[in-house]
């Protein structure tokens, strides 16, 4: 399947997908040695590694100036994510069995989240996840999974080994203004990420700061 540049609207052509019409391909026609999970940004320690799926695509809910959804300019990522979601749908064996190889295989990873783009989208989803939490933590117990989310399955996803962030909350999501974060914050007895209200030192996430591996309410400041 080719990924040219986009000539139209990234929202346009990720509302014009759906978790139906996703076409099944083979990795091997999109990347030569395709791997699920990537090194996040230089605010992410070495020691993480993360999936991702298309946005919009699998969340419910748009968020005004998504950040994901800019990422999706680039046509790597476009394809990247494309892909993990069509595995993701039709061939969730197989891309288990990937992804618990990559860390098991990893020598620096101690934490892997769960979509940085994306969302929780069918129950067949999550038990796929909780079979590699399960197959993880056989070889080593010691790697945390986290994932932030906006869907109904918090409690499902904690019953089988994820730190779950809310990202939803009755009314608003766990992003705002400074102002309104630190009033989130005390509401809630949260903790607001350090990486979102001011330069961080490289590596800043996951090292110095593991909040969102380890707490459920943690608050971002709009950047």
Same mark, same amino acid.
């Given at each position: 399947?080719?990924?040219a540049?986009l000539?139209t609207?990234?929202?346009?052509w990720?509302?014009?997908i759906?978790?139906?019409?996703i076409?099944?391909?083979?990795?091997?026609?999109?990347?030569?040695?395709?791997?699920p999970l990537?090194?996040?940004?230089?605010k992410?320690?070495?020691?993480?590694?993360s999936f991702?799926?298309?946005?919009?695509?699998t969340?419910?809910?748009?968020?005004q100036g998504?950040?994901?959804v800019?990422?999706?300019r680039?046509?790597?990522v476009?394809?990247?994510?494309?892909?993990?979601?069509s595995?993701?749908i039709?061939?969730? =064996?197989?891309?288990?069995n990937?992804i618990? #190889?990559?860390?098991v295989?990893?020598?620096?990873c101690? $934490? /892997?989240?769960?979509?940085?783009?994306g969302?929780?989208?069918?129950?067949?989803?999550?038990?796929?996840?909780?079979?590699i939490?399960?197959?993880?933590?056989?070889e080593?117990p010691?790697?945390k999974?986290?994932?932030?989310t906006?869907t109904?399955y918090?409690?499902?996803l904690?019953?089988?080994?994820i730190?779950?962030?809310?990202?939803?909350?009755?009314?608003?999501?766990n992003f705002s203004?400074?102002e309104?974060?630190?009033?989130m914050?005390?509401?809630?007895?949260?903790?607001?990420?350090?990486?979102?209200?001011?330069?961080?030192? =490289?590596?800043?996430?996951?090292?110095?700061? #593991?909040?969102?591996?380890?707490?459920?309410?943690?608050f $971002? /400041?709009?950047h």
């Amino acid at each position: 399947m080719k990924f040219a540049k986009l000539k139209t609207n990234i929202i346009d052509w990720l509302k014009s997908i759906s978790i139906d019409n996703i076409k099944e391909i083979s990795p091997e026609k999109v990347f030569k040695n395709y791997k699920p999970l990537d090194r996040g940004n230089s605010k992410l320690a070495t020691n993480i590694l993360s999936f991702s799926l298309l946005p919009l695509v699998t969340c419910k809910f748009y968020c005004q100036g998504c950040y994901d959804v800019r990422s999706m300019r680039y046509t790597s990522v476009r394809a990247k994510r494309y892909l993990n979601t069509s595995m993701a749908i039709h061939n969730q =064996n197989k891309l288990a069995n990937m992804i618990i #190889k990559q860390i098991v295989n990893s020598r620096t990873c101690e $934490f /892997v989240r769960i979509h940085v783009g994306g969302d929780f989208f069918n129950e067949s989803y999550i038990a796929m996840w909780q079979y590699i939490v399960g197959c993880v933590h056989v070889e080593k117990p010691n790697i945390k999974f986290y994932t932030y989310t906006k869907t109904e399955y918090t409690e499902k996803l904690k019953s089988i080994g994820i730190n779950v962030v809310k990202s939803k909350y009755k009314d608003h999501f766990n992003f705002s203004s400074l102002e309104n974060v630190q009033q989130m914050a005390e509401k809630y007895n949260g903790f607001i990420c350090p990486a979102t209200m001011g330069k961080v030192p =490289n590596g800043f996430c996951g090292s110095k700061c #593991k909040a969102c591996m380890t707490r459920e309410n943690v608050f $971002f /400041v709009e950047h």
